[in-house]
């Protein structure tokens, strides 16, 4: 039994290691200028793996002490632990799914269209009072102002690969017709009317493009690359930790049987 004990002790250790790559996943969105603004996905992430982590230590306190009521108690939470983190990984993958940059007329970089992503995405931007929030926070960032100091000319500038969030929210669409001047200000545009976000952008750096929905498009291209990412890590720490679970439940069910074989031989002896 003590083996045994050692045995799932082991496992539940290595169970509360996949905690990490899932907390470290929540602080590294947190970290991200997009995510840092719109605060959706760290906090659950980061608290599901503290959560797993505080299941593993349980399970590894149980089998380490031979206490049998935390093992049970690390079985059940560890499997609702484990359908959370599933369901999470597939809500992911489903808000993200829809959504791609489109090519501009003589331009490297792309531009994003709001339509283009999932609603329940769009609901989380469309708010006058979120977005008022999430925009000066982009605002205070220095994703636009750095551009200005890396590049120069239009030419050089026309054909970079700009992020999602530098190409909705720091510049006014190509199809407006804007004259380069840097990358954060442009003037005379050929036809203001082409669409509302001609209107909205502003040569005054606090203002440019922020309240344009080619910002918001870009912010959500940028969630949907970085979640995507953090997704794949989630991803592959559920597999391991469904292995882990299987073994460990495998380890504790051959524990209870061996010691309920004892006790019976034991009685069969006397």
């Not at 469309?126 to 999430?134: L, M």
């Amino acid at each position: 039994m003590a083996l045994s004990n050692n045995i799932i002790g082991g496992i539940n250790f290595v169970a509360m290691l996949l905690s990490i790559p899932i907390i470290a996943a929540g602080i590294w969105l947190s970290s991200q200028t997009d995510n840092s603004c719109m605060k959706i996905l760290q906090w659950p992430v980061i608290t599901l793996g503290i959560l797993v982590l505080v299941v593993g230590l349980t399970g590894f306190v149980g089998a380490f002490w031979r206490i049998p009521w935390l093992l049970i108690f690390y079985l059940i939470a560890m499997l609702f632990m484990i359908i959370l983190l599933a369901s999470l990984v597939v809500f992911i993958y489903v808000v993200t799914n829809n959504g791609s940059g489109h090519t501009a007329t003589n331009r490297a970089y792309l531009e994003y269209h709001l339509e283009d992503y999932s609603g329940w995405l769009r609901r989380r931007v469309q708010s006058s009072y979120k977005w008022n929030q999430i925009k000066v926070c982009l605002s205070s960032t220095t994703t636009c102002s750095e551009l200005n100091q890396t590049y120069r000319s239009a030419q050089d500038f026309f054909i970079t690969s700009l992020t999602p969030l530098e190409s909705g929210c720091c510049k006014p669409p190509t199809k407006c017709g804007y004259t380069f001047v840097n990358p954060t200000y442009w003037i005379s545009p050929i036809d203001i009317g082409a669409d509302l976000d001609c209107m909205l952008w502003s040569n005054e750096q606090a203002v440019l493009c922020y309240s344009c929905s080619s910002c918001k498009a870009g912010l959500l291209a940028n969630l949907k690359r970085e979640w995507r990412k953090a997704d794949i890590i989630l991803l592959l720490t559920l597999v391991a930790l469904i292995v882990v679970y299987v073994l460990g439940f495998m380890a504790f069910r051959n524990a209870k049987t061996d010691e309920l074989f004892r006790k019976y031989q034991q009685g069969y002896t006397t």
